[in-house]
């Protein structure tokens, strides 16, 4: 019997509440998802006791920053209180710049298209282009302005954002680093995404994107629903999937600059900047709850079937926002991470399958068992409301045949962002040179094997 050897594969970059392999001043986590955080730059900066005093320490301004209604239940409550060297509100008017490639929903640009739609990766840019510039939007639904729905973007980047800073008031962006490390500098502080990482930014907090190792390329899925939370585990019990304490939050490190910084907000489907004379990444101490996070695909908890079945997509669900409907999610991040099959007598790749969500997938690396090709790192595949898909031919007839020992499927790791509306994708996604229009081939082929 042949069982494929675990190779020990670890991404090493997260260890702990520190970051190894760096010494960017700043970078340090404080450790734990949906944490009351707090954390001082300068000793003495944070207030005790009371969030408001009348004077705030060292002559810092207090600001209260809400991620949920001041009324939602403690559960779901989301704020921080910042203390910063100038106050947010001391700014220049805003004035709308070009959008480049980025979109938002509604998305009226083409009809909803029910065809299986697949992509390879973005071509890398010609041009000098930092992380704002370098997003491209592949479609979305819902609509911006009522805070329901997603954007799906691509980025693709060359070059820091220097003197830029950006946020969205329009959505948590969830970042899927697919090529290159981001250090995100954040209002709140720094963190280190790479390839096999996740980063989240919550929405209205701002922040600059660096590119430490150059080159930078990956997804986003731009939440404008509820922020994104752990799923419920039911039976599963108290501990799995992604555990609480492998999310990073930052601790507080901030720009005390007075430059020349253009402040980009991301506001109702449009772009608009500010000329700062100053950086805004100027919080010297803040707690709360409205935090960006960093975490490991690779510690993710992996659970499946230990007898027959391959279980639904749904029991690799990472991160989910839910709707007003319980068990509906606006999205759900989802990830096929490193996991042993052992299901006897079963099917074990994914099966075929309609689903009336609309199921939007990545590949980090590697490739997904059940693509045997044409689904490549940094491509990326749409199967939207009851499209039918599953395994492509070649995956269908070797997974019917093989022997069922024991395997780890250790080669790739993809992932899914999957959600309750049809996703309608932009022009520009459908008519770009690098789809791959001839999909629906994958599943020429499938013959008839009724011997009644
Ligand atoms: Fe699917």
């Known amino acids: 019997m042949k069982v494929t050897q675990d190779t020990g594969k670890r991404n090493t970059a997260i260890e702990g509440a520190q970051v190894r392999g760096t010494q960017e001043p700043g970078l340090l986590y404080s450790p734990g998802f949906g944490n009351e955080h707090s954390s001082e730059a300068v000793p003495g900066a944070l207030p005790v006791g009371r969030n408001a005093p009348q004077r705030a320490p060292l002559g810092l301004y207090a600001e209260q920053l809400s991620g949920t209604a001041f009324t939602e239940p403690r559960a779901h409550n ?16 805003f004035r709308r710049i070009p959008n480049g490639a980025l979109r938002s929903a509604p998305f009226h640009d083409v009809e909803p298209d029910p065809n299986r739609l697949r992509w390879g990766p973005l071509p890398p840019p010609t041009e000098p282009t930092d992380f704002v510039q370098g997003l491209v939007t592949v479609g979305g639904n819902g609509d911006v302005l009522r805070r329901e729905g997603i954007a799906i973007h691509w980025y693709a980047a060359n070059r820091s954002m220097d003197t830029r800073v950006f946020s969205s008031s329009d959505g948590e962006f969830l970042i899927v680093p697919q090529q290159g490390a981001l250090l995100l500098r954040t209002e709140l502080g720094l963190l280190r995404a790479e390839p096999g990482h996740v980063a989240l930014i919550p929405r209205g907090i701002r922040f600059r994107v660096e ?95 230990i007898s027959y079945d391959h279980p639904d997509p749904s029991i690799f669900t990472v991160l989910t926002s839910p709707s007003d409907t319980p068990g509906l999610a ?66 269908f007839e070797r997974a019917s045949d093989a022997e069922l020992v024991p395997r780890k499927v250790d080669d790739g790791l993809a992932f899914m962002f999957e959600t309750r509306w049809p996703v309608v994708p932009t022009g520009s996604a459908l008519t770009a040179g690098h789809r791959q229009v001839g999909y629906d081939r994958v599943w020429e082929g499938l013959e008839r094997n009724f011997r009644p």
Not at 260 to 287: I, M, Q, R
């Open 211 to 305: 590119l430490p190792d150059g080159a930078a390329g990956g997804y986003v899925c731009e939440n404008y629903g509820r922020p994104f939370q752990l799923p419920d585990l039911g039976p599963i019990g108290a501990n799995g999937l992604a555990n609480a304490r492998d999310f990073l939050a930052p601790v507080a490190f901030f720009e005390d600059r007075d430059e020349d910084t253009e402040v980009v907000n991301k506001f109702g489907g449009n772009l608009w900047a500010a000329d700062y004379d100053h950086s805004p990444l100027n919080v010297v101490a803040w707690h709360g709850n409205h935090v960006p996070y960093v975490y490991d695909l690779r510690r993710f908890n992996v659970l499946g079937s």
């Open 330 to 395: 606006g999205a759900d991040f989802v990830v096929f991470a490193p996991r042993w099959l052992v299901g006897e007598d079963t099917f074990r790749p994914p099966y075929f399958h309609r689903n009336v969500m609309s199921e939007f997938m990545g590949l980090i690396e590697g490739a997904y068992d059940a693509k045997a090709e044409g689904f490549v790192p940094g491509g990326a595949s749409l199967h939207n409301m009851m499209s039918a898909h599953g395994p492509d031919r070649a995956t």
């Open 78 to 93: 989301r704020r921080s209180w910042l203390y910063r060297i100038r106050p947010s509100a001391a700014h220049p008017p």
